[in-house]
């Protein structure tokens, strides 16, 4: 086999919310693989902050401001990528936020401002780039799902309702446009060291571990929380010609928690 079918040399990558966390992660490993790396973020401050880390490992990245939620800001954005940078063969929906609510103390408008984020955002930026994909002769999408794309857990409702959907909105993709020569497959992360987690994981006040710490540690067969770095080599596959004949597929790299019963007492 061709190694080289794992590079994405001559590729333009987007990866949504990539100024830090899982989507700067990802958006590194896949230049490290020859990539050519947009990202955006809703505050200038944290585009130019995300530009500074990337420049850092010697990756010139191009960041742009852009709320996913907002279809005009959207298109405007992709057409502002195809013009100064190139068709996006590459896109990574990684932007993503999460509230945790009771469900029957939390409000619609937060349940739908996480729909809003976590799937509608996704099915915008999709229908965005899927046309120049298309007329390209091909491309590749990638949906940061999850393990509420599988499982549920107290207070995360809308947060699963999302992934779930984005889960069979991946398979949708895959369906509808896979004849086009795309590949639409979503990475399910496990319990992730982000700044997203970081409630979970706080130190409590007696020196201890928190206890959803302790427990995910215990339904975690590899017994830790995993690293964004963890999720580099899986996108870098999903977005790469190794991977072309896999549609459709989420890729759970969770450290085997989706496999567990959990430890025994
Ligand atoms: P994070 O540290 O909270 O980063 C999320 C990123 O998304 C931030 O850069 C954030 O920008 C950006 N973002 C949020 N709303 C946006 C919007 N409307 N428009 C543009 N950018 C927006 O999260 P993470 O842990 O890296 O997670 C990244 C993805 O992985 C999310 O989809 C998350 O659901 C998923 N995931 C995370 C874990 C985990 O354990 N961490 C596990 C499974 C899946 P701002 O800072 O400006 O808000
Ligand atoms: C939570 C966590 C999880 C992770 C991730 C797990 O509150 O349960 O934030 O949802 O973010 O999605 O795969």
């Not at 919310?17 to 973020?41: K, L, Q």
């Not at 398979?171 to 020569?181: F, P, V």
């Not at 964004?228 to 989420?250: R, T």
Request: proline share 4%; aromatic share 8%; hydrophobic share 45%.
């Amino acid at each position: 086999m061709n190694m080289d079918a794992f590079r994405l040399d001559g590729k333009v990558a987007l990866v949504t919310g990539a100024s830090y966390g899982i989507g700067f992660a990802i958006a590194s490993a896949m230049a490290e693989a020859g990539a050519t790396i947009v990202f955006n973020d809703i505050k200038q401050e944290l585009v130019d902050k995300g530009v500074a880390a990337y420049a850092e490992q010697g990756i010139t990245a191009h960041g742009y401001v852009c709320d996913v939620t907002d279809e005009d800001a959207v298109n405007e954005l992709v057409a502002k990528i195809e013009a100064e940078v190139g068709v996006i063969d590459i896109l990574v929906n990684n932007a993503g936020i999460i509230k945790r609510i009771p469900m029957v103390e939390m409000s619609a408008k937060d349940f739908r401002q996480v729909i809003d984020v976590d799937l509608n955002a996704p099915f915008i930026v999709s229908r965005a780039v899927i046309p120049s994909m298309i007329r390209k002769g091909g491309g590749k999408i990638i949906n940061i799902c999850s393990m509420m794309s599988e499982l549920g857990r107290e207070t995360v409702s809308a947060y699963a309702a999302a992934k779930g959907g984005l889960k069979m909105l991946t398979k949708n993709i895959a369906s509808e446009y896979g004849q086009y020569n795309i590949q639409c497959n979503g990475i399910g992360p496990g319990y992730i060291a982000t700044p997203q987690t970081a409630p979970l994981r706080e130190i409590q006040p007696d020196g201890s571990r928190h206890p959803f710490d302790q427990f995910i540690l215990a339904k975690t067969p590899a017994n830790r929380w995993g690293e964004a770095s963890d999720l580099s080599g899986p996108a870098v596959f999903l977005a790469s010609a190794a991977s072309d004949f896999v549609n459709g597929h989420i890729l759970y790299v969770d450290g085997g928690i989706l496999a567990y019963i959990g430890k025994q007492p």
